[in-house]
């Protein structure tokens, strides 16, 4: 009698591989189908993520927007309408032209930028050239230096600000910009966030480099800065910040009309009798614009900094 042999290999039974066959047949296909992982947030985790994203975003911008509106608002709408509207019914830039007639805005806004810039220089160069000897040169004291430094930060603002008053006219500097901007040409909190960027370089590539004949200032520009741009960035974004928006201390030392900042000489778009909320809206504005575009251009450099971190001789 002769035995019909099956295809399927004489190893393996024929009815596990129907069976594993009829189970993959039956194993359900597509997204509905696919395992979440553990990470793997639901629909609403991620619905509700964004909802608190946008209620940040709507915290955040929602103000500046607002002010945006009421400047480009003619002067037939009326701002304290009960029901007000986002979108300026007869939209005009009339109110920029008019803040340039009631206060002179350019000359305060140069003014402002003469404070910025010689603050960002001062913190640039003091804050890059103290937080190097701080990190990487050893010298008697450097402990000591470091710990006062720390202690200055303990010290608000206004504790010090009358010393400041009598050191500025002790120097002759009071009513001018420069006595403005000598307070906050190098900051505490600079030096010590610069410190720490170059203690974060590999000492290695120092010690390469001594070997090499490499001086104290070719190590610096050529080591030191390469690998530090980022967080000369953030110092220079903060700093211009810092320096723009103050008022408190512009206030304090200048008293000719014609030497304020930006940010006090606005004060006088608010009157004793009359505001015209427009014109403060649109001079609001005029102080802001400058922020944001520093800050769009210095935080490509800043990224762009921190993604190279490289060594160029």
Request: hydrophobic share 50%; proline share 7%; aromatic share 10%.
């Amino acid at each position: 009698m002769t035995t019909v042999r099956t295809p399927q290999s004489p190893d393996t039974p024929a009815e596990p591989i129907r069976a594993a066959k009829a189970a993959k047949a039956a194993r359900p296909t597509g997204p509905v189908g696919r395992s979440r992982s553990f990470n793997t947030p639901s629909t609403a985790q991620t619905a509700t993520r964004y909802l608190l994203l946008v209620l940040v975003l709507l915290l955040v911008i929602g103000p500046f927007l607002w002010q945006l509106s009421t400047s480009l608002k003619g002067p037939a709408e009326d701002v304290y309408t009960r029901t007000p509207s986002f979108l300026p019914d007869q939209p005009t830039l009339g109110n920029y032209g008019k803040v340039a007639e009631v206060i002179p805005v350019w000359t305060y806004a140069l003014n402002s930028v003469i404070v910025a810039v010689v603050c960002i220089t001062g913190n640039v160069v003091g804050c890059t050239l103290a937080g190097y000897a701080l990190a990487r040169l050893r010298f008697r004291g450097a402990k000591l230096v470091l710990g006062l430094f720390l202690a200055t930060l303990i010290l608000p603002g206004e504790v010090t600000i009358v010393s400041q008053y009598v050191l500025v006219r002790g120097l002759g500097l009071a009513d001018t910009l420069a006595g403005v901007a000598l307070p906050g040409s190098i900051a505490m909190l600079n030096v010590l966030l610069m410190r720490t960027a170059f203690a974060a370089v590999p000492a290695e590539l120092d010690q390469a480099a001594l070997v090499d004949g490499a001086n104290v200032w070719q190590r610096l520009w050529h080591i030191g800065l390469p690998n530090v741009r980022g967080m000369l960035s953030v110092i220079v974004i903060f700093t211009f910040i810092g320096a723009w928006d103050d008022f408190l201390w512009p206030l304090i030392v200048l008293n000719d009309p014609q030497k304020y900042t930006l940010t006090v000489g606005l004060q006088y778009l608010n009157g004793t009798f009359a505001a015209n909320p427009r014109l403060i809206a649109a001079g609001t504005m005029i102080a802001f614009l400058p922020i944001v575009v520093v800050f769009g251009v210095c935080q490509r450099f800043f990224f762009k900094g921190v993604e190279e971190g490289a060594v160029k001789g």
